[in-house]
């Protein structure tokens, strides 16, 4: 029996209205727990066992009915694993279950909503929408169903994002960046000017704000809610598009084809996409994933790269995109979804199997859908109607229905009486596709004009003529292939794989006849392919070593028939380089110049490094390159700390920098006084070099001793002469001296005196 759904409820209008639908879901419920149990504990032989256990369900069926039926006045429980939907035309938010597909909580926003824009922003407990009409923000109350805080911003076209309990309004027209109270939606100090139009701004964990300045050519981010430096990953201009990937900000640079992971402190690693990511002028990337996978899609040519952006993995396919109008896709396990905006529909790859899936419909007709993994699911929902779903790991597609009038909602004012709205006399959005047995219903699942797959289909009816003899017994096509054959079919695009010497090249078999082998067509003459051939059943897969790491390799994969029936080829691959971007340089070392002034910087090259790696050294002086695994510096400052990195690189990009500190602070050593047994007189410690007589002394050493002193560097200043030796120098040693009252003094004392010029492990001091 189906739901009447012409009528969403909003505000129960009493107790017993208000228990209806958790009533029936308990009773549902209940009803499918009898049943199940009945199945297992039924009286047989053990009577008393199945009786006992009956009675025991007939006891908890009583208890859930009592305990649902006391629900209604307490708070309603969100499910942990689900998503808050957007629905523009009724001015509302649904939390759905991820597992589920129910909708079990509804908030009606603030009056004047209704047909406007919204988006949803989700940190921990705390939900935040904004009105992109009015730049109103609103912090839901999941636990009362209700739009409880709310602040006018006052623009349209802002941009609102949470993470790590900070949230923030980016204003792109006044290239600001505003802190709000995620709790209150107030502002929180003042906003911060930007230096140009920022592009789309993620927010990480930590609560950290990245927002890319495309005209500039830099990400500038706010840590802990106040600017820091910009960070610089492209020339002044360039198309810069950020996605937070596993909670790593990352920008894609789609005019040089890069993609950089970026750190507070800089950029941590770079991936080269590669010329045909380059030559796209429709590149789109997602502005979140769930794992370390990056998709980048151009959608004028169908190549699609993931990028694992920790283990610095890819893999270049090529999808079938004539005629979409493709969004930002999104990974979700062995799946990629790319959204067609021209049908309403999902387009699906596996990458286990190099192949297209069956699309996933969500609304009919042409609409934007809004894409996002969270907890494991994939979420697809249409703003401007009810139609959404929810997809796992599995592929298994949940339908949605955002109208469902069982879901508790609030009383705010604005909501929708029965009757009222775009919908009222249906539960079915305008354009929404209905789906097999629910008339209702969106519609989700496979594409309209799809075959029905095998049983679908009925026998002939009463009064059917029966056909006649068929045609001539089918020939041996195995020793010859002629017209009555099965039609050779081609093999899918391959899908390569980039490894460290190795491309691998998975591909989907070729349908309608059998082939008797499949081969890959035309290797280069510096690379090995194993195995020769694949047979019919597979693996289908191949493995191509050596190449050049500086060079993309495109592959495409011949079936070959028996009998004579003609060779069919795959479209070429997506190209692809026998490398990866190389990690960290391994044992790096600073070995000091004696008497500082430099160091000689070494490491080893990374596990897996070939021959074509070459090495960023940043550094005092700026930065170097370098084929050699080593680095001398000269000239350099003592009593000062250099940072110095080096990252390896090659045509695939740059990896992680390997990074140390060389620190030329002076060593310190004891040593006695010298040339003073002789002197009654004391000697001066003064407070610098170049003193002046009496007015600069800090203490003093007696006469007639040579007591030890620590000394720390030497230092050019005043020039004296001792007067017994006639030795003349102008160093001065920096010591520390303690004399027998136990006084620490600190300061500087005639080198004629110390000798500390002819020794090789005292430094300069600067």
């Given amino acids: 029996m189906s739901r009447d759904r012409r ?72 499910a942990d694993i689900g998503a808050w939907l957007s629905t523009s035309e009724r001015g509302e938010v649904a939390h759905v279950h991820g597992l589920t597909g129910d909708v079990d909580g509804r908030v009606v926003l603030p009056s004047g909503t209704e047909g406007h824009p919204v988006s949803v922003a989700r940190d921990g407990d705390t939900t935040l929408v904004l009105d992109e009409s009015t730049g109103t923000v609103v912090r839901l109350d999941p636990s009362q169903l209700t739009a409880e805080q709310s602040t006018d911003h006052g623009e349209s076209g802002l941009r609102l994002l949470s993470g790590g309990s900070r949230a923030y309004v980016v204003d792109p027209a006044r290239a600001t960046v505003q802190q709000i109270d995620p709790v209150l939606t107030t502002p929180r100090g003042p906003a911060v000017r930007l230096d140009g139009e920022p592009g789309a701004a993620v927010v990480d964990r930590a609560g950290t704000l990245w927002v ?87 959608a004028d040519t169908g190549v699609l790269v993931l990028l694992d952006v920790r283990g610095g993995h890819v893999v270049n396919a090529r999808l079938p995109l004539d005629g979409t109008a493709a969004g930002a896709p999104q990974v979700l396990g062995k799946r990629v979804y790319v959204p067609d905006e021209s049908t309403g529909r999902l387009l699906t790859y596996d990458t286990s199997t190099a192949s297209t899936a069956e699309p996933v419909q969500i609304t009919q007709g042409a609409g934007e859908l809004e894409l996002f993994v969270r907890d494991g699911l994939l979420w697809a929902n249409d703003e401007d109607s009810a139609a959404a779903a929810v997809i ?37 959005p305008p354009g929404a596709t209905p789906s097999a047995g629910d008339p209702g219903a969106p519609g989700v699942g496979p594409s309209p004009g799809t075959t029905p797959g095998p049983g679908t ?185 250099y940072e110095v990195s080096v990252a390896a690189s090659n045509a695939a990009g740059s990896g992680t920098p390997a990074k140390g500190t060389l620190d030329l602070t002076p060593p310190d050593k004891v040593k006695n006084i010298v040339h003073n047994d002789n002197d009654e007189d004391d000697l001066y410690i003064v407070s610098n070099p170049n003193p002046v007589p009496v007015q600069d002394r800090v203490g003093s050493i007696p006469g007639m001793s040579s007591p030890e002193v620590t000394v720390h560097c030497k230092a050019q200043g005043k020039t004296v002469t001792h007067s017994y030796t006639g030795v003349t120098s102008n160093v001065w040693g920096k010591i520390t001296y303690r004399n027998n009252a136990g006084d620490v003094i600190k300061g500087y004392v005639a080198d004629i005196y110390l000798d500390s010029r002819l020794d090789p492990d005292i430094w300069d001091c600067t």
Wanted: with cysteine; glycine share 14%; charged share 20%.
């Fill in 392 to 428: 796992d790991t599995s592929g298994k597609v949940t339908p949605i229905i955002k109208y469902e009038e069982d879901a508790p909602s609030s009383g705010t004012p604005g909501a929708h009486e029965p009757g009222d709205g775009p919908d009222s006399g249906s539960g079915v």
């Fill in 7 to 78: 009528t969403p409820v909003v505000r129960p209008h009493s107790p017993a209205e208000s228990t209806k639908g958790v009533g029936r879901q308990v009773r549902r419920r209940c009803a499918e727990l009898a049943t199940g149990v009945w199945a297992k504990v039924r009286p047989t032989r053990d009577r008393v066992t199945g009786y006992l256990a009956i009675g025991a369900v007939g006891a908890l069926i009583g208890t859930s009915l009592a305990v649902g039926g006391g629900a209604s006045g307490t708070a309603p429980e969100l």
């Fill in 457 to 641: 289909g009925t026998g002939p009816g009463p009064g059917t003529t029966r056909p006649g003899p068929g045609p001539d017994p089918t020939p041996d096509c195995d020793a010859e292939w002629k017209p009555g054959c099965p039609e050779p079919g081609a093999p899918g695009t391959p899908q390569a794989q980039s490894g460290a010497g190795v491309i691998r090249i998975t591909f989907a078999a070729a349908s309608g006849a059998t082939p008797r082998r499949y081969v890959l067509q035309e290797p280069a003459s510096d690379q090995i392919v194993t195995p020769d051939s694949v047979g019919p059943d597979g693996p289908f897969e191949f493995e191509v070593r050596g190449g050049s790491c500086d060079q993309q390799y495109s592959f495409t994969v011949v079936a070959e028939y028996a009998g004579g029936a003609p060779s069919k080829s795959s479209a070429p691959s997506a190209p692809a380089r026998p490398c990866l971007v190389p990690g960290a340089p391994e044992q790096l070392t600073m070995t000091l110049a004696p008497g500082g002034h430099g160091a000689t910087v070494t490491w080893q090259p990374p596990q897996g490094a070939d021959a074509g790696v070459t090495y960023t050294i940043d550094g005092p002086g700026g930065t170097e390159r370098t084929t050699e695994t080593t680095h001398v510096y000269t000239g350099l400052e003592n009593n000062k700390q």
């Fill in 212 to 298: 890319p300045l495309p005209g500039k050519g830099t990400v500038v981010p706010f840590v802990e809610g106040r600017r820091h430096p910009a960070v610089r990953v492209a020339e002044a201009g360039h198309d810069l598009a950020l996605t937070l990937a596993d909670g790593l900000p990352v920008v894609t640079d789609r005019t040089a084809a890069t993609v950089q992971v970026l750190t507070a402190d800089g950029v941590r690693q770079t991936f080269e996409l590669g010329a045909t990511v380059e030559d796209s002028d429709d590149v789109l990337v997602p502005t979140a994933t769930d794992g370390s996978t990056v998709p980048v899609l151009a």
